[in-house]
């Protein structure tokens, strides 16, 4: 991933779901459930510092919420 876009991370899960059979999808989304929650505590770690010197929080939260609505389905303001 270069972005954190909503747009982008979706159709990076739209490339790889496109390519796999529909009894396997189910199982795609399983182990993406498995391994997101540990992925984002590692991207957590390692943008911490990155988050203390850019003050842009108005910026940062936009962003946040853009991608809890776009996981979600729901239309962001």
Same mark, same amino acid.
């Given at each position: 991933m270069?972005s954190?876009d909503p747009? %982008?991370?979706?159709d990076?899960?739209?490339?790889? %779901?496109?390519?796999?059979r529909?009894?396997?999808?189910?199982?795609?989304?399983?182990?993406?459930?498995?391994? $997101?929650?540990a992925?984002t505590?590692l991207?957590? $770690?390692?943008?911490?510092?990155e988050?203390?010197?850019?003050?842009d929080?108005p910026?940062?939260?936009?962003?946040i919420?853009?991608?809890?609505?776009? $996981?979600g389905?729901?239309?962001?303001?």
């Amino acid at each position: 991933m270069t972005s954190l876009d909503p747009g %982008v991370l979706l159709d990076a899960l739209s490339f790889v %779901v496109d390519f796999h059979r529909d009894d396997t999808v189910l199982q795609f989304l399983e182990v993406r459930r498995i391994l $997101e929650p540990a992925a984002t505590a590692l991207a957590a $770690e390692r943008v911490v510092g990155e988050l203390d010197n850019d003050h842009d929080y108005p910026r940062m939260s936009r962003r946040i919420i853009r991608l809890i609505h776009a $996981e979600g389905g729901v239309a962001a303001p």
